[in-house]
């Protein structure tokens, strides 16, 4: 079964910048829509942003709107969460995911990676 794997987590200061990956092996079509979701402990998982494959349209949470671009690069099945001025509230396991259309719900998507850990330090 084809898995999405994800990178880039780390431990950063309050007010850094960080860039995840996920790369989604196997077809990616232009219809599919591609998305990160985070967990922090205790919580929900929550969407953040998405991207449609084909037409490169993005969506985002209200919370990181002007801090965070999602982005993909088709030739090479990977997608990019670029987060600017990170909050402590921005700390969580963050997922790609990816479903046949856009949702904002994880029960959208129906392929997900393992998760790639972001710790933010104030």
């Known amino acids: 079964q084809v898995q999405l794997v994800e990178s880039g987590g780390r431990l950063v200061q309050a007010g850094s910048s960080l860039r995840l990956s996920c790369v989604a092996p196997?077809?990616?079509?232009?219809?599919?829509?591609m998305a990160w979701f985070r967990q922090a402990p205790g919580k929900e998982r929550e969407f953040v942003a998405a991207?449609?494959?084909?037409?490169?349209?993005?969506y985002y949470v209200d919370s990181v709107k002007g801090r965070f671009t999602v982005s993909r690069e088709q030739a090479k099945d990977t997608m990019y969460l670029q987060m600017t001025n990170l909050k402590s509230e921005d700390a969580a396991l963050y997922y790609c995911?990816?479903?046949?259309?856009?949702?904002?719900?994880?029960?959208?998507?129906?392929?997900w990676g393992q998760g790639t850990q972001v710790t933010v330090s104030s």
């Open positions: 991207i449609r494959w084909g037409f490169g349209t993005t």
């Open positions: 196997g077809r990616t079509y232009s219809s599919h829509h």
């Open positions: 995911a990816r479903g046949n259309s856009y949702s904002r719900t994880p029960t959208g998507y129906l392929i």
